[in-house]
């Protein structure tokens, strides 16, 4: 090679040449496919997931069921039947009296945002902005909102129909899903080794206690809050205190923000119609009951199934709100717990061997 020919080659860029197998292609094209059948079908996987967490929540019951020799088919049977009756029967005793209470809280509405004009706090915020006029507004708009959303949550109005058939098919999803856990669970292992397979048993078995626990402990909870909450209506002669319950049983299923959301309405509600010393009396029972609630109530329902800081709750509350609205709020927290028993199992290992080095001396 001439001096010319090596210069020449010195300052020719360096050619980098990609080599894509048909394998890496075809892999490329079904992950594509894959997401796009995701967000075609997101609603069915979404019903679909519905089911799995509604499964995983109501199998401990129904492993109870059978031990007492009961068959799998006749236990998940029994406890949608009760499950049903329990529905049924809260649905006819409270549905009447609610629907009469939001009708008039409606229709007072407006009426309690001008009351709320004359406290001297808010005729203060009212005389330097215009917050309180336009609170009135809101108020208005929100008064003739209320009927429609009750119907609608209600089922009296609305597309019934899908509805109806929605919830059907959940219904049926979860109860063939519950059937045959155990011969998915026995498919699973028999393709794992045997350590494996009873590593995952037990962490299956974490994960749906946790489920349950949080599901059922969510609902014990919230009846307790509206109850509470009811009951303190009366006593202060709040306005229509059953209302007011089921606004707090409602959003106490909302781990953590719910709560506070559902003190803001029902103390606003009693200082604009009864006054300052009632809402006064109803704030510290909701405040007492709160810290109760979490220190108290909590563990003893929850127990160690459901082991996240307030800051996880919070945030796994928000995202699951985004993404599915209040129904996502609630499952949040079961999700996340399994999610955080699952990762604490695969991460056991690295943690005993990072523990492992931490003990060992410095040289």
């Not at 401990?60 to 088919?73: D, E, F, I, Q, S």
């Not at 029994?78 to 049924?88: D, M, T």
């Not at 006819?92 to 004359?118: F, K």
């Not at 103390?267 to 510290?284: E, H, K, R, W």
Request: hydrophobic share 60%; aromatic share 6%; net charge negative.
């Amino acid at each position: 090679m001439t001096g010319l020919d090596a210069e020449a080659s010195a300052e020719r860029p360096a050619r980098t040449q990609i080599t894509v197998s048909g394998a890496t292609v075809l892999k490329g094209i079904l992950l594509a496919l894959g997401i796009y059948l995701a967000i075609v079908a997101a609603e069915v996987l979404l019903t679909i997931g519905l089911a799995v967490v509604f499964a995983l929540g109501l199998d401990p019951v129904v492993n109870k069921l059978t031990a007492r020799g009961w068959g799998r088919g006749k236990s998940a049977l029994l406890v949608f039947a009760a499950i049903f009756v329990a529905v049924s029967v809260l649905v006819i005793w409270v549905a009447t009296p609610i629907w009469n209470e939001v009708q008039g809280l409606a229709a007072n509405l407006p009426e309690y945002v001008q009351d709320l004009e004359d406290e001297p706090v808010f005729d203060e915020i009212g005389s330097n902005t215009d917050l309180m006029e336009k609170a009135e507004g809101v108020a208005q708009d929100i008064a003739a909102a209320i009927p429609k959303a009750a119907s609608a949550l209600l089922g009296i109005t609305g597309d019934l129909v899908g509805s109806v058939f929605s919830v059907v098919t959940l219904a049926f999803l979860t109860l063939f899903l519950l059937i045959g856990l155990p011969d998915l669970k026995r498919a699973a292992a028999a393709l794992m080794a045997p350590s494996a397979a009873e590593r995952v048993d037990r962490l299956y078995g974490e994960v749906t206690n946790a489920i349950f626990s949080s599901l059922v402990g969510n609902l014990v909870i919230s009846v307790i809050a509206g109850s509470v909450v009811g009951v303190t209506a009366v006593l202060v002669d709040a306005p229509f205190p059953i209302v007011l319950a089921v606004i707090v049983g409602l959003l106490d299923l909302i781990p953590q923000v719910g709560s506070m959301i559902a003190a803001i309405i029902v103390v606003s509600i009693t200082l604009a119609a009864t006054g300052a010393v009632a809402a006064v009396i109803l704030l510290v029972v909701i405040l007492v009951y709160q810290q109760i609630e979490n220190y108290v109530i909590q563990p003893l329902v929850y127990g160690q199934a459901v082991d996240l800081s307030g800051f996880a709750t919070i945030a796994v509350v928000m995202a699951g709100g985004a993404v599915l609205g209040v129904l996502g709020a609630i499952l949040a927290v079961p999700v996340a717990a399994s999610v955080k028993l699952i990762v604490r199992d695969l991460t056991a290992d690295r943690r005993e061997r990072m523990a492992a080095l931490r003990a060992q001396p410095a040289d």
